[in-house]
């Protein structure tokens, strides 16, 4: 049965491969990426549905959701793919690196997973 799926930093690398294989397992697929180009090619290659997301901002996650739904249907599967880090060491990060990593990955899965 098709479903429909938004997949979070899905305009390459891994979170492209993830978006590749559920089109090629028959859903339907939205491509949000903050890399909008990229992401308009990999839904064009699949022929699902790109929307601009920066998963920082709750504004752009409630808008990047209520447009895949408006163009595909309900979202029934969520890949929170989208995440950073940068390879120090630890005595060497401050609070705004802590700040940054906890905002990609952790606060923009909650973020996602609440819309």
């Known amino acids: 049965m098709s479903r429909v799926a938004l997949v979070t930093g899905s305009a390459r690398g891994i979170g492209r491969a993830i978006a590749l294989a559920l089109a090629a397992d028959g859903h339907r697929v939205t491509v949000a990426d903050i890399l909008d180009e990229e992401a308009q090619r990999t839904a064009a290659e699949i022929g699902g ?31 929170n793919n989208a995440g950073w880090d940068e390879f120090r060491q630890f005595v060497d990060s401050d609070e705004a690196f802590w700040d940054r990593v906890i905002e990609l990955n952790f606060k923009a899965c909650l973020r996602t997973c609440r819309h």
């Not at 790109?50 to 920082?56: F, G, Q, R, S």
């Not at 990047?64 to 969520?78: F, N």
């Open 49 to 79: 549905h790109a929307v601009h997301l920066d998963v920082t901002e709750t504004a752009q996650v409630q808008k990047a959701i209520a447009e895949a739904e408006k163009t595909l249907g309900p979202v029934e599967i969520l890949v």
